[in-house]
């Protein structure tokens, strides 16, 4: 099983006690004490203090700067320190590799049985190949390291790939992580993968590394502990990505029904390269959001006929024969939310649709604008496309019989009244909560505003909205309606609609 670590980077004694203390309390099976970080450290008098109060198995690191820690002193203090937390009952101890030869020759050799030597190296620039990697991995190990320790860090989430095919191929217990927020899957998927431990942090002010979920994450949003080699991975690639609510809203789904699967924010800069290096069948679903609704047209295999037409995917399923298949989920996510704010409860299921007839303005020509566009026509709707670049807007009115407009033009559009907005553009979103495709003003022009942003819940947009007396429609709406589908599409058929 791959342990929880919490690392613990207080300033005082007395801080890192306590945070210990609420270490055990979240779940975790052990800490790293970050000898590094304590301000004034006296070994003598505070290696004792620390261990005394910790309720849970300890590894002590003592990290210099030159490898990316706090410690500016001699290396004869800093291995003498790290030889009394041997000699205290520590558990682990870490030391780095350039130094390991000259700290197995400062204790001669000798360490107490119960004490592992994890030796570690950090590279803060990038990940080397797989074939650098496995050499280091075994100069590590040359050294006589009971645990190998490598920690890189992730230019592209394709990275984390080539620390996973190194720790499988491990004949010693290793740690391989990767950092930043690119490489969370590596400290996500490190059971799948073999990892020895990974670390969860306290909170989001006590990290020791980049990239580190908190410790409640692990546990409680990805299950960790039940994670296992034949675990199937599931994710939302998209760029920004954390803002997503996806991983909570489908984690929990996949616990509650006993799937056997995890399913994460994935960083990603090019879908194309994502799918074809993470090829396993293991690999078995994604979501697709900015940018790569329409990019996913192209990287799939074969398309449900309403993705095709609409020339956007947000879901993608791997057959067990490899072949990757897209769907569009976002139509029927938006379409039937707008349908409900237009004519309430069950107006989406009437045999006449309350879109039917009504003029929309859909702003954006992206993927998301294209499946709301394309719902709406099949409603019967008359479709107006706003975009900010005018050839996109055009492109996608043509190919839908709709007419379109500059994003400009919507402060004085108003050729009737009673129209219907939606926002298919990430203006609003988390972190510019600022944006709004519409001066508010013309927001009056509208019977109903719908934004596909759903974070913040109520955005700029719906708020104007509101303050001028138009019926919104959030985008958690959408948000829950498509992902039920693609839960369903996920898990071979099981329905998302008693859990969400």
């Known amino acids: 099983m791959t342990l929880v670590c919490v690392p613990l980077v207080a300033r005082t004694v007395e801080e890192m006690v306590a945070d210990a203390a609420a270490a055990a309390a979240a779940g975790s099976d052990l800490v790293e004490i970050r000898l590094d970080f304590i301000q004034g450290f006296r070994p003598r008098e505070h290696l004792p203090q620390l261990l005394r109060g910790c309720p849970l198995p300890v590894l002590v690191t003592y990290r210099p700067t030159w490898e990316g820690g706090q410690y500016e002193g001699d290396e004869t203090t800093r291995f003498d320190t790290l030889r009394l937390a041997m000699e205290l009952g520590v558990d682990y101890v870490d030391i780095e590799l350039k130094v390991a030869d000259k700290f197995m020759s400062f204790i001669s050799g000798n360490k107490p049985e119960k004490c592992k030597l994890i030796v570690s190296s950090h590279n803060y620039e990038y990940t080397p190949s797989c074939e650098e990697l496995a050499n280091l991995v075994a100069r ?145 679903g994604f979501s697709c959001s900015l940018p790569f609704k329409v990019d996913a047209v192209q990287c799939c295999n074969e398309h449900d006929p309403v993705a095709k037409s609409i020339g956007a995917i947000n879901t993608i399923v791997r057959r067990p024969d490899g072949k990757l298949v897209g769907y569009n989920t976002d139509y029927i996510g938006a379409i039937s939310a707008i349908e409900d704010g237009i004519g309430g409860p069950g107006s989406k299921d009437a045999v006449i649709s309350p879109l039917a ?67 298919a553009t990430s203006l609003g979103m988390q972190p510019n909560i600022d944006g709004t495709p519409i001066p508010k003003k013309a927001l009056s022009f509208y019977d109903v505003v719908f934004d596909a942003v759903y974070a913040p819940k109520v955005t700029r947009l719906l708020r104007e909205a509101e303050e001028c007396g138009v019926k919104v429609v959030s985008g958690v709406e959408m948000f829950i309606r498509q992902a039920m589908g693609q839960f369903e599409h996920f898990t071979g058929g099981i329905e998302g609609v008693m859990f969400f």
């Open 357 to 423: 007839g009504r003029l929309i303005v859909v702003v954006g020509a992206g993927g998301a604008g294209k499946a709301i566009a394309y719902g709406a026509k099949e409603k019967g709707a008359r479709v107006v496309v706003a975009n900010r670049t005018y050839e996109k807007a055009v492109s996608l009115a043509n190919a839908i019989g709709g007419q379109a407009l500059r994003l400009a033009d919507l402060e004085t559009f108003r050729p009737e009244d009673g129209m219907i907005l939606a926002n």
């Open 140 to 284: 590590i190990q040359a050294v006589g390291a009971d645990i190998v320790k490598v920690a890189t860090a992730a230019k592209d989430i394709v990275d984390v790939s080539r620390m996973f095919q190194v720790m499988v191929h491990c004949q010693v217990p290793m740690i391989g992580l990767v950092m930043s927020e690119r490489g969370l899957m590596s400290r996500v998927l490190a059971p799948k993968f073999g990892g020895y431990l990974t670390f969860g942090i306290l909170n989001s002010a006590k990290t020791s590394a980049p990239g580190q979920p908190t410790v409640e994450e692990l546990l409680d949003v990805y299950n960790i502990r039940c994670i296992g080699p034949d675990t199937k991975v599931l994710g939302l690639i998209a760029n920004p990505v954390k803002q997503s609510k996806s991983p909570i809203l489908h984690n929990k789904c996949l616990q509650y029904v006993g799937y056997n699967a995890v399913y994460l924010p994935l960083l990603g800069d090019n879908l194309a390269s994502f799918l074809e290096t993470y090829s396993s069948p293991d690999f078995s």
